[in-house]
């Protein structure tokens, strides 16, 4: 059933995404050929450059809002709103309506970068130098000098987009929890989900803050007989702690929002 929720989830995003993720890149590649064709430039004093970037700039913001708006939207419409009455009749679990809308908006958000890196890559590259990214003689991508100073940056790279993946979710989740508080009222529900949002964040920071200075208090630290030569080794450490840190707070939110859905749903 999860796949069926995620098929339909994706159908209902991505029908207005794709055509502007089509339309942002189309306007990207005529930005740079208005910036590398002078003749058109001279003909129009430079018309059609301004006027493509604008467009671009616009696309830009639109995209950005869009992508935000499509991951309120379909929380708030699908669970919250007329539709939730629909969903919740469904023979299907709580945490699977919430990993459905979740996933989609992940993906959501992550092609909209993709999308917006792949527009700059278009607006500032040219064929010269992305062969040169290739050429192993040329001190672009030297990959023996970066296996000698970190043997493990594969690692270190699977690591890393795993904490922005977390990263990520944590703050989706996070909007989730604050809109699951705010349907629990019955007037000002955007309202109160602003405030529930910022107390939120304000809660959570000032506890984090309370272990910084126990442990701090604590002199809790790692000896430095330990530390000396094993500098890479805590550095993975370290990753796996913020993503344990950024772990931990998905968690609550993921846990408010499915309490409040499973015990206190008002769809009134």
């Given amino acids: 059933m999860l796949r069926k929720l995620l098929k339909y989830e994706f159908k209902s995003v991505f029908y207005l995404m794709l055509p502007l993720y089509l339309v942002f890149v189309v306007v990207s590649a005529a930005c740079r050929l208005f910036m590398n064709v002078d003749f058109l430039q ?3 004093n430079g018309l ?3 006027f493509v970037n604008m467009v671009y ?3 830009f913001v639109a995209m950005m809002v869009i992508s935000l708006l499509m991951v309120v939207q379909r929380f708030y419409k699908g669970l919250l709103s007329e539709e939730g009455y629909l969903m919740f009749t469904l023979p299907v679990r709580t945490w699977q309506l919430i990993l459905s809308k979740g996933i989609v908006a992940t993906v959501t958000v992550i092609a909209s970068g993709v999308v917006t890196l792949l527009s700059l890559f278009i607006l500032t590259m040219n ?5 040169s990214m290739f050429t192993f003689d040329q001190d672009v991508i030297v990959f023996s000098r970066l296996f000698e100073m970190f043997p493990t940056w594969p690692l270190f790279a699977l690591e890393f987009v795993l904490l922005m993946f977390v990263y990520l979710w944590k703050h989706i989740a ?4 604050a809109m699951a508080f705010g349907q629990l009222a019955n007037k000002n529900r955007v309202i109160l989900s602003f405030v529930v ?4 964040w304000l809660g959570i920071s000032f506890f984090w803050l309370m ?5 701090n208090k604590l002199h809790f ?7 000396h030569g094993h500098e890479e080794f805590f550095m993975h450490f370290g990753m796996w702690m913020l993503m344990v840190w950024q772990g931990l707070e998905l968690a609550f939110y993921y846990l408010t929002t499915h309490w409040i859905l499973s015990r206190h749903l008002n769809l009134e």
């Fill in 221 to 227: 630290q790692v000896p430095h007989r330990l530390s």
């Fill in 127 to 131: 064929l010269g130098d992305i062969w």
């Fill in 174 to 177: 996070h909007a989730y929890s």
């Fill in 197 to 200: 949002y910022g107390a939120q």
């Fill in 211 to 215: 272990v910084v200075s126990v442990m």
């Fill in 57 to 59: 700039f616009g696309l």
């Fill in 42 to 44: 001279d003909m129009f």
């Fill in 48 to 50: 059609p450059f301004f």
